[in-house]
């Protein structure tokens, strides 16, 4: 109880320092903002003392200082970044200070046809409004593409159904302004080897930093190179194999501070790299009764290129058309109305049977006839088996057209889930694995034998072309029964995925659910390179604890809700 009070005694010194420093921003405390604050979009909570709402970058400075300066007083003072707050994984929370991004940080900057910057607190959904004014895109943007903010896209390193084609979020970042962890923000992006030596030769934390981190992927070289997952998406652990190539000569600071969770500094400022948007785009739609046929379909499919390969499975399906009065406040009666209508074909489709998967083929390009051409191919290429599909017309707009009914359901069921199931609760412990699609076959049904065992009710979508699966059982986790059977059916499916050369996150990161799980990824060795990235770039630990190779079961366990 003493300590307790200490800590509050402390604490309230703090605020007054922060205040009397000039800082811009609000402090808030009150118990409604600390409540609101304990939970992300995962199975955690964990309740903050304080809420700051920094105004900019001169006012983040000044945190990552006072904090800094006052932790030996406090050995449990830290700092969590937090935006949209959709992380499944626990990254946006923590027991000591939260500072909001999403209030003040939402300004979008310069966009151009080739690149776009914007602050940390920036809604994707309003970013793409901007940057298509000019004919472009960012497109790592992920399924939650009208709640995520473009700092959490970068914290997690996100995809999403375009991760196929382009990549991931650390392939479009061309430039960051980070707060580094003596309160300075500094500029983040790639260099050649003379202008490495440079910033190397600097007297400061910033040349100590890159000093410290080049050595470390140098001399580490061949370890760090065959650690990177061999799946084409990955957000497990720091992104080390791809900071320094000796073969180019560049060194990126980018590829470790994206997918970081702000655990190595605080991003401030974001240039993006844009491509050009296709104005059109058409689906090709697949309902498959008997998943023994991926083995053959996949490939087929890859070998055309697509823009997008998604997949979503019958429990999506059914929730979608259980809870359709639902999709009226998102949609509006117009297109509430046309996606009812659009829904009759399919449900002659549901009299033959209830598939199993459903799989969506997208195809974008720079005119109608293009996009015809190329799903003509596929078709026809697909002529002989056994999987039945049929076509959906083509779209100019991806939100319009008689396929938007497949896109509404592949990326609204979490949301659905999480508001609408009420005697059951999203728990998202197995929601972003990978395994390689050559291996879907023999691994789908085994995954789905195991939700069984565990008598899990759960969704399973995702990105076939990737092999990219979120899965989100309903738990009713204040139930101890059900309780005990998360860290077992979590272990059995994490082994299944590592079996096959998989990852545990292509696009969700670790935060307190996967972190633990690091050394089975990737083994000690790799494991402890990354504890010795995070005391370089954080060596007072002051930036988002329990989070990447800080993580242990024994702390995430313990903070499960138990009460919703």
């Known amino acids: 109880m003493a300590t307790k009070i200490k800590e509050t005694v402390h604490l309230t010194d703090l605020k007054s320092m922060v205040l009397s420093s000039g800082f811009k921003g609000e402090l808030d405390d009150s118990p409604a903002t600390i409540e609101s604050y304990s939970h992300d979009a995962s199975l955690f909570e964990v309740k903050p003392k304080l809420v700051v709402f920094p105004k900019d970058a001169q006012d983040v400075e000044m945190l990552v200082r006072i904090v800094s300066e006052n932790k030996h007083k406090i050995p449990g003072l830290s700092l969590t970044a937090r935006s949209a707050g959709t992380d499944m994984a626990g990254g946006a929370i923590n027991d000591s200070i939260i500072v909001d991004f999403r209030k003040h940080f939402t300004e979008i900057e310069q966009i151009t046809r080739t690149s776009g910057q914007a602050q940390p607190g920036v809604l994707y959904r309003d970013f793409e409004p901007r940057t298509l004014q000019h004919g472009s895109l960012m497109p790592s943007y992920p399924a939650s593409r009208d709640l995520a903010s ?14 196929l084609e382009y990549g991931k979020t650390k392939d479009f970042v061309n430039e960051l302004k980070v707060v580094f962890a003596d309160g300075v923000e500094r500029v983040v992006k790639p260099l050649n080897k003379d202008e490495l030596d440079k910033v190397m030769a600097k007297q400061d934390f910033e040349g100590e930093v890159y000093r410290k981190i080049f050595e470390l992927c140098e001399s580490n070289y061949d370890i760090i190179k065959a650690a990177k997952p061999k799946v084409s998406k990955n957000s497990m652990g720091y992104t080390l194999w791809e900071v320094w190539d000796r073969e180019s000569g560049v060194f990126d600071l980018t590829k470790l501070i994206v997918g970081s969770e702000g655990t190595l500094g605080f991003v401030t400022d974001i240039t993006f790299r844009l491509v050009p948007s296709r104005p059109h785009s058409g689906l090709l739609v697949l309902f498959m009764h008997d998943i023994d046929d991926l083995g053959e379909l996949i490939p087929a499919v890859l070998s055309h290129h697509p823009a997008t390969f998604e997949s979503f499975d019958d429990q999506t399906l059914w929730l979608s058309i ?134 899990l009710f759960a969704t399973i979508a995702g990105h076939m072309g990737d092999g990219n699966f979120h899965i989100i059982p309903l738990m009713k986790l204040e139930d101890k029964q059900e309780r005990d059977t998360l860290l077992p059916a979590m272990k059995e499916i994490n082994e299944l995925v590592l079996s096959y050369h998989g990852s545990l996150s292509g696009e969700h990161n670790d935060g307190l659910i996967r972190g633990p799980w690091l050394e089975e990824q990737f083994g000690k060795d790799v494991v402890e390179l990354f504890r010795e990235v995070k005391r370089i770039c954080d060596p007072k630990g002051i930036f988002n604890p329990h989070k990447k190779a800080e993580a242990n079961w024994e702390y995430s366990y313990s903070h499960i809700r138990d009460h919703f």
């Open 150 to 163: 473009i700092g959490g896209m970068v914290a997690n390193n996100s995809g999403g159904e375009k991760s």
């Open 322 to 455: 259980r809870f359709m009065p639902s999709f009226l406040k998102l949609l509006g009666w117009k297109r509430f109305i046309r996606l009812l209508f659009s829904l009759i074909p399919d449900g002659m489709q549901l009299l033959r049977g209830v598939p199993k998967l459903i799989l969506m083929v997208e195809f974008n390009g720079q005119t109608e006839a293009e996009v015809r051409a190329k799903i003509k191919a596929l078709h026809s290429d697909l002529k002989g088996m056994k999987a039945r599909y049929e076509i959906n017309g083509f779209e100019e707009d991806a939100t319009e057209g008689k396929s938007e009914k497949f896109w509404v359901m592949r990326r609204q069921s979490f949301n659905l889930l999480r508001s609408k199931v009420k005697d059951k609760h999203t728990a998202p412990f197995i929601d972003d694995l990978v395994v390689n699609p050559e291996y879907l076959v023999d691994f789908l049904p085994k995954l789905r034998g195991l939700v069984k065992k565990y008598n």
